[in-house]
């Protein structure tokens, strides 16, 4: 029986000593054949399958080699319809060498493999498999072989196979689709594995330069592009699959203690995926600490700390839709954290073999929630930030309004001051950075209303967090770092300041909530608890008012200001501190340093410097140089002080008069209007009722009437000069102001008969009569 033609040629290919090697002349002829008959491709695959099949079995791997490299060639060589019966031959061999115990075989199967992974097939496959391949191959990758050597080798051999089935199913539709999580499952921990074993190898971007010698490549560094390559081509429904196994593995190998490895794999993750998919790995970490809420600290802050990275990473997109929902999701394992460090476990229940809460842990993963907060905001466009502040606002606990944070009865207050302290750092964080163009805009009643409650508060901490929320939403031009320390500047030319003409949006924002601002200012010099850090930062906020919001009302009304904190010092009818006197006036000074060269007027500054230098020669303790600093020299009490060492109020108004300042207005003393409107704390006051005692008591009759004759004397000033808009503004600067609309105007007159006419033929009832009429603030002097 004469032995098909093909089978000669096959057979032909095969020296007597596979040493030989594969017989060229031969191999070139078998080629030719199966190029020439592609219908008969599909037997020489079928006879080379059984061939290396049988000399698998026999241990001549020589041989095995040889078929091998004649399959990888005919494969290279033919790209014809019938190549698909030809390629489950080629598939059976590569299995038939995967399943054998040799790891030069399984080697060598992976080789052939990888390059027939390398090939676009030009017909499509309906029936092939590669669940094997994926298993078999994800078997290598955690290969335990006992030489280091070889077992280095079946390793990337196994990571290769892995990229191969990727390459060649990932963008196939006939194909069982490789991101199903029963392939993700068995693929990425397997990478992840051995990425593991490489960490001290820093993780780089992508890029087609590296590696250039890929037989020196490491395990992980092989590893890593093979993730790198998976990761950039899932697209926007995979990357849910792709990034469970992550998170799967760093859960079942407690490697988000670590921290290192966690954020190395995000790393890999966010600079590998398309810049558009990044919120969905954000929210998948998201909702991975969420699910984690009851597990240690450190497992909570490895996932906060991966978080942070991630969001440092991602484009402005990083947070995806849902804005406010990530910041609610931190905002609430802040709250949780601080339940869990008073409550002392996770269980609130109080079942017995709960873990036990560290601290120091808590304490350290509300600190990197807040920073992640910040870095969150960061990402976000100032429309988006000033949404983010005033939902963290409305977060905020209000003492009397939310509930306490637990049950325990001084655990209650507690457990309000910590999570306060802990939202208010928050807003801190936003707010770093901020800038706007608008300050009615970016300070609304909503926000800065409830703000500045929080900065009447006893807790010196909250004060200074509420004083540092406003510099950062203030200061448009930074010059917040010029003001680090209270000082007096003889020629603040040297501070190099920026400052622009204030816009007409500023005026508004003043002309509503200058007397806010101002009386917070004053209230806070009055507590006794302030240090330098809140006299520092005081005078810093008022420094960046006359910046960036001073027109010349805005000016007055701050050397006003400062000559009633001079006032609030001398007279100590708050019975303050020899320090804190000392340092009201300190700050007094110093202010009044700055805006007297802010405004350019030379008699004002002779004066001021005038003061300063007398200071210096008798009560140097009145100056910031020798009241701010770490051991203070002051005396054990401070008299009443009179004459040139005191900035005068008639002096000032006198030089600023003959310069066009409003001497009226400057004459007139600065008394804080107290509105009752601030939220107090019963854990950080007495009561509600003697706040407001206190406060109301802080004004004599005199001081009343003298606020009174003033105010009618500004809204007849106001109704004559100042155009509609100011007018419509003032109107809604006080709650106590009616709405400046045509409803709130006044009937006209009743007509003699009673009645009067409409103009249509119709008539009205009686109007009211002049005196119960109630009219508009501005109507009335």
Known sequence: ?????????????????????????????????????PEKLDRIGAYLSERLSRDVARHRYGYVCIAMEALDQLLMACHCQSINLFVESFLKMVRKLLEADKPNLQILGTNSFVKFANIEEDTASYHRSYDFFVSRFSEMCHSSYEDPDIRTKIRMAGINGLQGVVRKTVNDDLQSNI??????????????????????????????????????????????????ELLGRAAYGNIKNAVTPVLMHLDNHSLWEGKTFAV????????????????????????????????????????????????????????????LEVFNTLLRQLRLSVDY???????????????????????????????????????????????????????????????????????????????????????????????TTNMLTALPNSFLEPLLSFSLMEDPEVRLLVLTILLSVIDRHDNTPKFSSISIISDISVLKLKVDKCSRQDNLFMKKHAQQLYRHIYLACKEQSSGPQHFETLYTLLALISMELANEEVVVDLIRLALALQE?????????SVYNRCAVHALSAAYLNLICQLTTVPTFCQHIHEVIEMRQKEVPFLLPEDVFIENPKLPASL????????????????????????????????????????????????????????????VDSVGMEEQERERRRQVVEKFQKAPFEEIAAHCGARNTFPMFSLSALPRPPPSPSGTISSGYGQTQSRSVPVYEMKFPDLCVY
């Not at 004469?2 to 002829?29: C, Q, S, T």
């Not at 010698?213 to 092989?222: C, D, Q, R, V």
């Not at 609030?568 to 303050?576: I, R, V």
Request: glycine residues 8%; proline residues 5%; hydrophobic residues 35%.
């Open 179 to 228: 991101w199903d999580p029963q392939h993700m499952d068995k693929i990425v921990p397997s990478l992840l594995f051995n990425l593991q074993s490489g960490e001290g190898t820093e993780s780089r971007s992508p890029s087609p330069l590296q590696a250039s010698e890929k037989e020196k490549e490491s395990p992980a560094e092989l590893t890593e592009r093979c993730f790198r």
């Open 639 to 698: 008299e009443k002080l009179e004459g040139d060492v005191l900035f005068q109020q008639s002096k000032i108004t006198e030089v600023l008069g003959g310069s066009g300042y409003n001497t009226d207005r400057l004459a007139t003393p600065y008394i804080p209007q107290f509105t009752g409107n601030t939220h107090l704390s019963t854990c950080t006051r007495t009561s509600v009722q003697q706040y407001r005692s206190v406060c109301v008591s802080s």
């Open 341 to 435: 460090e008073l409550t002392g476990s996770y269980d609130a229940s109080g079942n017995i073999g709960i873990k036990i809460i560290k601290t120091h842990e808590e304490r350290q993963l509300q600190e990197a929630v807040i920073r992640t907060i910040g870095s969150f905001a960061n990402t976000l466009p100032t429309y988006q930030r000033s949404e983010v502040m005033l939902f963290i606002m409305g977060k905020i606990p209000v003492p009397g309004v939310h509930p306490a944070l637990t049950n325990a009865g001084s655990g209650g207050c507690e457990g309000t001051r910590m999570i306060q302290i802990m939202l208010l750092k928050s807003l801190v964080q936003v707010t770093t950075g901020f800038q």
């Open 264 to 323: 190395r794999c995000f790393k890999i993750i966010m600079y590998s995926i398309q810049s558009q998919h990044s919120h969905l790995v954000i929210q998948q970490l998201l909702g991975h600490l969420d699910a984690n809420s009851k597990n240690s600290a450190t497992v909570r802050a490895g996932i906060v700390e991966v978080l942070l990275e991630a969001a440092a990473i991602a484009s402005s997109g990083s947070v995806g839709p849902t804005v």
């Open 1 to 37: 029986m004469v032995r098909p033609r093909y089978k000669r040629l096959v057979d032909n290919i095969f020296p007597e000593d596979p040493e030989d090697g594969l017989v060229k002349a031969n191999m070139e002829k078998l080629t030719f054949y199966a190029l020439s008959a």
């Open 568 to 576: 609030l010092a001398q007279t100590n009818e708050e019975s303050l």
